[in-house]
C-alpha cells in the first residue's frame, strides 16, 4: 500500500525549531520529488519546500527561505522538513506529497487532484 504519513508537528515558541517527517511506504522515495505544503485557517494551500530526490535540487517559497530546510533519508525512505527561526505565521498543518517525474518547482504548486493526508499541526505561540 502506497502511503505518506506526515509527524513531528507540536506547539513552539517564536525562534524555535522543529523537524517534520515524511515517512514513505509502498514506495521508494529516492526516484520521487517530494513536496512539503501548508494551510493556515482560511487561508489557501501553499507549497513551502520541494526536492526532486532524482538529483536532489530543491526549490523553497520565499517565505521560508533561508529557516526551512527539506531533506530526504533513503535508508529510512523519509522526508524531513527542518524549520528553524519559527514565526507565529508559520502556524499551519504541514502535509506531504511526493509524485514522479516532476521538477521541485512544479511539485510546489499544490494541484486540485492532490488528495491531502491528515497532516501534522505545527502552531507557533508565545
Known amino acids: 500500500q502506497v502511503q505518506l504519513v506526515e509527524s513531528g508537528g507540536g506547539l513552539v515558541q517564536p525562534g524555535g525549531s522543529l523537524r517534520l517527517s515524511c515517512a514513505a511506504s509502498?514506495?521508494?522515495?529516492?526516484?520521487?520529488?517530494v513536496g512539503w505544503y501548508r494551510q493556515a485557517p482560511g487561508k489557501e494551500r501553499e507549497g513551502i519546500s520541494c526536492i526532486r530526490n532524482n538529483d536532489e535540487s530543491t526549490y523553497y517559497a520565499d517565505s521560508v527561505k533561508g529557516r526551512f530546510t527539506i531533506s530526504t533519508d533513503y535508508a529510512q525512505n523519509t522526508a524531513y522538513l527542518q524549520m528553524n527561526n519559527l514565526k507565529p505565521e508559520d502556524t499551519a498543518i504541514y502535509y506531504c506529497?511526493?509524485?514522479?517525474?516532476?521538477?521541485?518547482?512544479?511539485?510546489?504548486?499544490?494541484?486540485?487532484?492532490?488528495?491531502w493526508g491528515q497532516g501534522t499541526q505545527v502552531t507557533v505561540s508565545t
Open positions: 509502498g514506495f521508494t522515495l529516492r526516484h520521487y520529488t
Open positions: 506529497k511526493a509524485a514522479p517525474l516532476t521538477t521541485a518547482r512544479a511539485m510546489c504548486v499544490p494541484l486540485k487532484s492532490f488528495s
